[in-house]
């Protein structure tokens, strides 16, 4: 008897188990396509955020095996701990590349991570930034994320970026946030990541 009612009660738990699964199977169905439609509208607004010339935003072919390659070059680079997460071309609305939109991420930042979208023409330079994720301290790191501090970057076109505190910065530099450097420096080489994609990766 004990023997069958463990049975018993293990076949239950089973089909309870078996149940749930299904269910929450039908739920990840049913919200899925929501949630990626939700993100892509936020993704797509950065897109054009960082390159507003842009008609539209489409997938490089070998790009993850060159992001790979890039990624392995950055670990024992002068940039951190920084690295590509996604690279887009941009066209215009003949449907000709007008440069690329690149997700990059620094794990330098005060707080951690920061994650953004740095545009870049045709010609290397900068056509904007737009952070996607931080959660550093409001005041000092997040000052990141306002326009004073990202609009240094458009318009920049070279190889990589520094950071000064003079508040004088020249062609290849960038001014850091006053008491935020960490993050400044941070920022700088996530964008730093996304400039050695287009110089290695494509413009070879």
Request: aromatic share 8%; net charge negative; hydrophobic share 40%.
């Amino acid at each position: 008897m004990k023997n069958g009612g463990y049975m018993k009660d293990a076949l239950v738990l089973f089909v309870i188990t078996l149940i749930s699964g299904f269910l929450l199977g039908g739920v990840y169905q049913m919200t899925k396509e929501p949630i990626e439609k939700a993100n892509l509208a936020a993704n797509l607004a950065a897109y054009k955020t960082v390159f507003p010339e842009a008609a539209d935003f489409q997938s490089v072919d070998g790009s993850e095996e060159a992001i790979e390659s890039c990624n392995a070059d950055l670990v024992s680079g002068q940039f951190g701990n920084a690295g590509v997460d996604q690279v887009l071309q941009a066209v215009d609305g003949s449907g000709n590349g007008a440069g690329y939109v690149i997700t990059s991420y620094s794990e330098d930042s005060y707080s951690g991570l920061v994650r953004l979208s740095v545009g870049i023409k045709a010609d290397g330079s900068i056509s904007g930034v737009e952070l996607l994720e931080i959660s550093d301290t409001p005041g000092l790191g997040l000052k990141a994320a306002e326009p004073d501090f990202k609009n240094q970057y458009v318009g920049k076109n070279t190889e990589s970026l520094t950071v000064v505190k003079s508040g004088n910065a020249g062609d290849a530099e960038i001014n850091s946030i006053s008491g935020a450097t960490i993050t400044s420096s941070a920022v700088t080489n996530a964008v730093n990541a996304a400039l050695y994609y287009v110089h290695n990766y494509i413009n070879q």
